[in-house]
């Protein structure tokens, strides 16, 4: 028996799109990929995979080609990313980018991947100072 809920909700920043998913997913990984980066502004991506049809969506995401296969989601009226599609790699599924979910707790990260493209200072997060708030405003 367990309290977790069987599903997750997330949305974009504005919240012109709003999803639910299932919260037993095929994976969930911190992605360091260039990529990934670049298209979140953020050192590292989480990726939840779940199939396509689990996900429950409102609002119409824009969709760009960022590679031959690779496909992101996102809104179009904020720039959240949203998800990631790719047929190739995984046909039938889609990659929810973890942080946009409204209790990214629901579902924890199980691994870190592209690894060899992390920024460096990234391995040394635990030996940064840390602020549970805004430094002097805590």
Sequence with gaps: MTDSPARASGQCHC????????????????????DCRRHAGAPMVGWALVAEADLELSGTPKIYASSEHGRRHFCGDC????????DQIFPGKIDVQSGTLDDPDLI???????????????????????FTR???ME
């Design 79 to 86: 720039g959240t990313g949203l998800f990631y599609t790719n």
């Design 134 to 136: 805004y430094p002097g």
């Design 108 to 130: 924890p990260a199980g691994a870190q991947i592209q690894v060899a493209e992390r920024i460096g200072w990234m391995e040394k997060l635990d030996e940064m100072p840390s």
């Design 15 to 34: 919240g012109a799109i709003r999803y639910s998913m299932p919260t037993t997913v095929e994976h969930h990984a911190l992605c360091h990929c260039s």
